[in-house]
């Protein structure tokens, strides 16, 4: 089993993502302040004092095997070189757009059944060598879904614990028009549903914890 040395605000994100516990849920679990839980997504390098050292402790050591196996796996992906892209190659980055409206955030579900096992996700798009993020987290939102938006806020960036991609993530608001499947080739449906029922659709072990937050925060 993986020991930490010292938990960081990253690493208990980890730890929550593992234990597939949203903010609420993992704080009742600690026995802390919501604030607490929110502070670590904000700032992955917090170092938490001494008590709450111990109280994470207790929770990667009494997570059930799965969980903790989780736990190892996200761990490794963090902990393994940010840069393994060959001399002279270009790392391939993705931008991905978290649109909400009202208490709707939207969702495409992809056709094909990859290596990754991913199918319903947000709207992304592959950023072009010398293409902006932002850019193209609009643009790949609108022509695959008919959905007009403007990013608000980065949310950060990593690489997904499943496809190994550099991905870049935006929280966009709802401009105009209506969610319609636009990319057949790739997608099978497009959908608005419920902030809080994200995790029914995406594994939460695999969403970014930064969305959770966005998404627990405005519900």
Not at 113 to 125: E, L, M, S, T, V
Request: include cysteine; charge should be negative; proline fraction near 6%.
């Amino acid at each position: 089993m993986d020991v930490i040395e010292r938990w960081s605000g990253r690493y208990a994100c980890l730890l929550q993502s593992a234990l597939r516990l949203g903010n609420e849920q993992f704080a009742a679990h600690l026995g802390i302040a919501v604030r607490t839980v929110a502070a670590w997504h904000s700032d992955a390098s917090v170092v938490p004092r001494r008590e709450m050292q111990q109280l994470l402790d207790t929770a990667h050591e009494q997570a059930p095997e799965a969980a903790r196996q989780r736990f190892a796996l996200l761990l490794a992906k963090e902990r393994a070189p940010a840069d393994s892209t060959p001399p002279g190659a270009q790392a391939l980055r993705v931008a991905i757009a978290v649109v909400v409206r009202d208490s709707d955030v939207l969702l495409v579900c992809r056709r094909d059944d990859d290596a990754a096992g991913i199918r319903w996700q947000f709207p992304a798009g592959v950023i072009k060598p010398g293409g902006k993020a932002e850019i193209t987290t609009v643009r790949e939102t609108l022509d695959e879904t008919g959905i007009h938006c403007a990013v608000r806020q980065q949310l950060g960036n990593r690489l997904h614990p499943v496809t190994g991609v550099l991905c870049e993530y935006f929280l966009c608001e709802y401009l105009a028009g209506e969610a319609t499947n636009s990319d057949a080739v790739e997608n099978i449906d497009v959908m608005w549903v419920p902030r809080n029922s994200v995790p029914r659709f995406i594994p939460v072990d695999t969403i970014f914890p930064p969305i959770l937050a966005v998404l627990e925060e405005q519900t």
